[in-house]
């Protein structure tokens, strides 16, 4: 798998991290094993702003796993690392949920799931025309505006 | 006509609504008209809508902030000194490339607030003297929306009929009724039958704000600058203007400005007419320092860059249980209530507010926090919590009158530049305690207003930092040259063939979104001046 950005263990991390931040729904996988991680990837190449929260984000993570890889922790402690990382610094973590959201849910098997069967255009949406009837008590307000 | 050995007649600077407007104006009388625009045209195949990670524009290609956005076109804005970040887009057609489109009128009470409340100033006009201007714009860019607001003075039928009513609107609707407020459908620069050349009607795909791709959006490129080119207007794009250059005598001469090749070049004009906006206008008017205007252009009074003005404006959004699919149909299009809109002191304030009651998102910008700060939390309620939103979701823009005040203000960054080297502005703006007093009353009223509505949750942000569309006062209309730096035909007090039309010309800002009275205005300004021009020329 060829990364631009990421090395491949901060790949690996980073999808891990991701399974996380958008676990498993019903049939759904979880964002990582979906491979949100190579998306948020090319997001980094194309996007340089994004690539210093990503990744001192990431480095933060492998530092508050301890000896442990992250890797190796069990469901509840990855979460508890997450949350204390979220908290020492959180305009970066959040920077990393973003992409992850972004990754995700730009997918369209994703967006299927939520009845999402196309993107907006050509087809549009057929809505219900106005009706004008529903004014009629407004209508009857008068005059509301203001010229003396 | 002025001299045969000037460039043009007129030399418009933008190409926004103001700026297109002018143009396609001046053009009719037979005036020699140039217009030059530091960005392009937006190419269709760039808008978004087709793919799946369409609402991925709304970070990148098509982001409202142009410091986040990052086109060649854009400039950077020093905005560390505004909680409001001021938003505009560099191209043909300016902000109204993309946008929400939503096109009330300002009332009759909006130009009087001297008079009739005791703050700020009049505008030196009316509305009755603006109303045959507001009837032509509508006619030239097309509106859909229905005559008969017993909230708003009498009208002429709209171009189009309203946008579509769907569950979200009965949820509204269900608030509104229990509170006998207030409510009608929106004026919106947004076609629901045909009209126009080469423009079709709204198919209601939803993301208006990241441009619209079929030409139902009542944008300037495709209102305006089709019939002023045919008309003879030179547009010329990626052309930025340096600075405005004038004479011995004070006299506006023409223009300096960077070609797209980066070559400094001169365009000489009789009259200019700035429609640059609420920033770019005071920006460049300050650039232009001479022996004459050693403060700037038409700035010996240091009125220029001061009373900027913002809309402040809160989002209130509301979760219901039923499907309202906020996301289907136009994002801003719905209705407007006015019920508070003007002044009664028991309130606390003067001046007033409207609450636009709008729609929403697709899935990837409610997991981002939707049109509010808010984002999903991540984790094991991260899927209940989307689809409790997704589609559940209706929001309210809460937008206020910003009264002006001369600390709120552009002037230039001693530092920061834009890739020309042209000094780039800096904002400094605070919201009045008037406003601060608005801002809460009115976000009270739009949680009482989803309360009535059933909402089961509300979500608020107070003062949204991402809403500074409206850019607003900045070279403002007046009778007295120590207040004001124009008349009301926008010829600068100070500079006789200098002229501004955009949002900057605003004495007050109204509580309404304001295109449609800056076309207006434009539009009115540039009948003056067609038919005084061999008078104003230089």
Not at chain 1, 74 to 81: I, W, Y
Not at chain 2, 94 to 104: L, M
Request: proline fraction near 7%; hydrophobic fraction near 40%; charged fraction near 20%.
């Amino acid at each position: 798998m060829t990364t631009r950005i990421l090395t491949p263990e901060e790949l690996a991390l980073l999808s891990l991290v991701q399974d996380e931040l958008v676990p498993s729904y019903g049939d759904l996988p979880p964002a990582g094993t979906l491979g949100a991680a190579l998306t948020v990837d090319a997001y980094l190449a194309e996007q340089p702003r994004l690539r210093r929260p990503v990744l001192t984000t990431l480095r933060a993570i492998e530092v508050r796993a301890g000896k442990a890889p992250f890797a190796e922790l069990d469901a509840g402690r990855r979460v508890e690392v997450l949350r204390k990382v979220e908290n020492a610094d959180p305009e970066s973590f959040s920077e990393l949920v973003k992409q992850t959201y972004n990754a995700y849910y730009t997918r369209p098997d994703i967006q299927a799931s939520l009845g999402i069967d196309n993107p907006p255009q050509p087809l549009g949406f057929e809505l219900p025309a106005f009706d004008e009837s529903r004014l009629s008590r407004v209508r009857a307000m008068g005059k509301l505006w203001r010229d003396d | 006509m002025a001299a045969p050995e000037l460039d043009s007649d007129v030399l418009i600077v933008g190409s926004g609504a103001s700026g297109a407007a002018a143009a396609w104006s001046l053009s009719r009388g037979g005036l020699r008209v140039t217009c030059l625009e530091q960005g392009r045209w937006v190419d269709p195949s760039e808008y978004a809508h087709s793919r799946p990670d369409y609402e991925l524009a709304r970070q990148t290609s098509f982001a409202k902030d142009p410091n986040v956005r990052g086109w060649a076109a854009d400039y950077p804005i020093n905005n560390s000194g505004t909680p409001i970040y001021p938003l505009m887009v560099n191209a043909v057609g300016g902000s109204t490339v993309h946008w929400s489109g939503h096109f009330p009128r300002m009332r009759p009470s909006d130009f009087r607030v001297r008079t009739l409340d005791g703050v700020a100033d009049d505008w030196p006009f009316t509305y009755w003297d603006l109303e045959p201007y507001y009837d032509l714009n509508d006619s030239m860019v097309g509106v859909s929306g229905l005559a008969g607001d017993p909230a708003n003075p009498p009208r002429s039928p709209r171009q189009t009929p309203p946008l579509a009513f769907d569950a979200g609107c009965e949820a509204y609707l269900r608030g509104l009724e229990n509170l006998g407020w207030h409510w009608w459908p929106c004026d919106n620069a947004l076609i629901s039958e045909p009209f126009g050349e080469n423009r079709s009607p709204c198919n209601c795909c939803g993301p208006c704000d990241i441009g619209c791709p079929i030409g139902a959006m009542s944008s300037a490129h495709v209102t305006y600058w089709p019939k002023a080119l045919a008309q003879g207007v030179q547009l010329i794009t990626h052309a930025r203007v340096e600075q405005i250059t004038v004479d011995h005598a004070g006299q506006a001469t023409g223009a300096l400005y960077y070609d797209d090749h980066g070559v400094r070049r001169s365009h000489t004009a009789g009259v200019v007419v700035m429609a640059a906006n609420g920033v770019g206008t005071p920006r460049l008017l300050l650039n232009s320092t001479s022996a004459r205007f050693p403060n700037g252009l038409a700035n010996n009074s240091g009125v220029v860059g001061a009373y900027l003005m913002f809309h402040p404006v809160a989002f209130v959004s509301g979760v219901f249980e039923e499907v309202v699919n906020g996301q289907r149909g136009p994002i801003g299009g719905l209705m407007n209530c006015q019920e508070f809109y003007e002044t009664d002191l028991a309130r606390g304030f003067v001046r007033g507010f409207e609450l636009q009651l709008s729609r929403s998102v697709g899935p990837l910008s409610v997991a981002n926090g939707g049109i509010l700060g808010h984002p999903v939390p991540w984790g094991s309620e991260h899927h209940e919590a989307l689809r409790s939103r997704y589609a559940h979701t209706m929001t309210t823009s809460v937008m206020l009158e910003d009264l002006p005040e001369p600390e709120n203000r552009v002037t230039l960054d001693p530092e920061l530049t834009d890739a020309h080297g042209i000094p780039a502005p800096r904002v400094e703006y605070r919201a009045g305690e008037n406003t601060q007093r608005m801002l809460e009353f009115s976000i009270a009223r739009a949680r009482e207003l989803f309360e009535a509505a059933g909402a089961v949750e509300i979500l608020v942000d107070p003062l949204v930092q991402e809403s500074g569309w409206h850019l607003m006062g900045t070279c403002r209309m007046g009778d007295d040259p120590e207040r004001s730096v124009i008349n009301g035909w926008g010829q600068a007090h100070e500079c006789s063939n200098l002229f501004v039309i955009d949002g900057s010309t605003f004495t007050t800002s109204a509580a309404v979104n304001p295109t449609s009275t800056i076309q207006a205005v434009a539009l009115r300004c540039a009948d003056w001046l067609g038919r005084n021009y061999r008078d104003v020329a230089a």
